[in-house]
Structure formats: structure tokens, C-alpha cells
């Protein structure tokens, strides 16, 4: 079970890569054209905002990058000095601890998409409930990577004290 959970995980991460390479190099391409666009002729309305929405959403999406590699910033001198034991009992108090956030930023997340399922953005005319998509979404993903991490030291397979990923 558990080798089925990181494989759909190794998937997930491999999605949110290639999404996030995507995303970075619209961001690019669309702020050089809002650049080009100031310098050259008459800015263009859409620009500055599609270039905000690409970076909230990578900011999202990076962070769920992020928990998986192991990459957020920890304080593991604790974790550290503890014994195998005590090491699987702060990675499943952590894995628990992140799961209980995650799913009250779903939560609030589902709540900001509803506030604003009737709002549309002002240039490029998208619903703001798609812009707000992204925060229950990378919640749902950190949950279910984190519920990974609670079940590896529950068995006490490879992991992280500090809730990080293998490499």
C-alpha cells in the first residue's frame, strides 16, 4: 500500500514539475511582452494581471514542490538528538500537525472560491474562483504527502523527522 501512495506521490511531483517549468516560462514571456509593450507601444491590459495570477499559482504549486523534496525550512536539532523510536514519533506528530493545517487551509480555500465564484477578474474576465483554486488544491496535495509521511512512521519506513522527503 504504502509503495502505491508514493508512487501516485512521485506522480503528483512529476505533474507539478512539469507545470511548474510551464508556469515560469509564461511568466517570463508574458511580463517580457508587458515590458516590450511599456517601452514600445501601449501597455496591454492583461499582462500585469496574468503575470500576478501565474505567480500565485506557482507560489501554490512550488510549495507542494517544496514539502515533497523536503525542501521547507525545519529545526530538526531536536529530531536529531532523539533514538530511531523517538524520530518516527516526531515525523507522525508532524505528519499530523500538517495535515490538521492543510485541511483547514482546504477548508478556507473552498470558502474564499465560493466568496468569489461570482466575481470576474478585471482584464482577462476569468472567474476569481479559478485563481482561488490553487490554495485548496496544494492543500489537498501537501494533506495527502503528508498522510504519506504519518503512514511511513507509523511502519517505520525511511523518512524525515522533519516531515521532509527522501531525494
Partial sequence: MLRSLRAI????????????????????????????SRVLFT???????TARYLLI???????????????????SVLADALPPRGRRLCQGLIAL???AFMAVLLQVGLEYMALQSFQQSAALRIPMSVVYAV???????????ALTDLLEAI??????????RRP
Fill in 43 to 49: 501597455a496591454t491590459s492583461w499582462s500585469e494581471e
Fill in 135 to 145: 490554495m485548496p488544491l496544494s492543500a489537498a496535495i501537501m494533506a495527502y504527502m
Fill in 155 to 164: 511502519l517505520g519506513q525511511p523518512g524525515d523527522a522533519t516531515g521532509g
Fill in 97 to 99: 500537525v500538517t495535515i
Fill in 9 to 36: 506521490e512521485g506522480a503528483i511531483d512529476a505533474v507539478l514539475q512539469r507545470v511548474a517549468v510551464a508556469g515560469i516560462v509564461a511568466l517570463i514571456a508574458v511580463m517580457s511582452l508587458q515590458i516590450v
Fill in 57 to 75: 499559482w506557482l507560489t501554490f504549486l512550488g510549495a507542494c514542490l517544496a514539502y515533497h523534496r523536503g525542501r521547507h525550512i525545519a529545526v
